[in-house]
C-alpha cells in the first residue's frame, strides 16, 4: 500500500492510524473474525479491561452457546451484561457466560445494562433475582 506522506503531522499521524488498521483487520481477517467487533455494538457498551466478574466460574458450553449466537445474529442479539459501578469498577452482576464469549470472540467492548442501586437485592417480575451489592463483593474473583 502507498502511502502518501507530507511533512505535516496530521498526514503523518493519519497515515500510521491507517496503516495499523489495515494490519489488525489483516490478522482479524487471518483469524476467522473481524476488525474490532467491538464497533457492531449498539447501545450503552463499557470496557472489557473496567469489569470485574462477581462469579469464579463459567462453563464452556454455555459460551460456546453465547459464541455461536453472537457470531450467526450479531452482538446486539443477547441480552446486555448486567453491571452495577462501584468504586469505579464495573461489577458483573448478570451475564458472566456472555461476558467470556465476547472476550473470547476478541470484543474490548460488551454491551451493558447499568444497575441502579435501588434494584440490587430484588426479584423482578419475570423471576430473576438481582444480586445485592455485597452478594457481588463477596463473590469477586480472588475474594
Known sequence: MDILVHN????IAEAKAKKAQAKADAKAAKNGGSANPSRKIEGTSYDVNKMKKTQPYTFQNTVEKYKKQILAEGPNSIDPI??????GEALIENGHHRFEAFLQLGYDRVPIEYLHKSQLGKTLKNGDYIRSLEEMLDGLMGN
Open 8 to 11: 505535516s503531522s496530521p498526514c
Open 82 to 87: 448486567r453491571v452495577r459501578v462501584h468504586n
